[in-house]
C-alpha cells in the first residue's frame, strides 16, 4: 500500500505536472518545424486559369491533359504542366514570349529542352519570371512544364 501512495505522491509533485504541458509544447512545435522545412509545406491544386492569370498569358489553345499547382509560403510559385504538339508550342512561345528560344545546354536531366523566361514589368500580384521545360514524346508531341514564380 505504501508503494502504491509514493507513486501517486511524485504524480502530484510540481515537476511531473509541469513536465506533460512541456512535452506537449515541445510535439506540437517538432511538428511545425517538420511541416514548414518540408519540401512542399503548401502545395494545392488550382484551375490552370487561375496559374494562367498569374503570368498574364493564357495557356495555349491546344494545351490538353492539364495539372496545375500552386505553392505559397514566403513566394508564390505554380506548376503548370500540359502536352502539346511541338508547332503548337513553338507557335506559343513566339506569340507570347517573342525572342524566346528553347536550349538544352542548361537543361535539368530527364528534359530535352528548356528556357528562362522574364516578364518584365508586371502588377505586384503576378509573376516575374518563369522556367520552361519540355520532353518531347512521340507522334510530334511535347509535355511541357511551365512554372512561373515571384520573388
Known sequence: MDGTRNWAARFR?????LALPALAVAWIGWSVIGFLTSDD???SKVPCAEAMEFTGVPLPAGARDRQ???RAWLDTEYDVRFRITRKELDNWLESEFP?????????ADKVDTCAHIEFGDQRPS???AA?????YEGGGTALVRFEPFDV
Not at 525572342?99 to 537543361?107: I, S
Not at 522556367?131 to 520532353?135: D, T
Open 13 to 17: 509533485s510540481p515537476w511531473v505536472l
Open 68 to 70: 496545375c499547382k500552386r
Open 41 to 43: 509545406p503548401l502545395v
Open 99 to 107: 525572342g524566346t528560344e528553347l536550349d538544352p545546354e542548361f537543361c
Open 131 to 135: 522556367e520552361v521545360s519540355v520532353v
Open 126 to 128: 503576378q509573376a516575374v
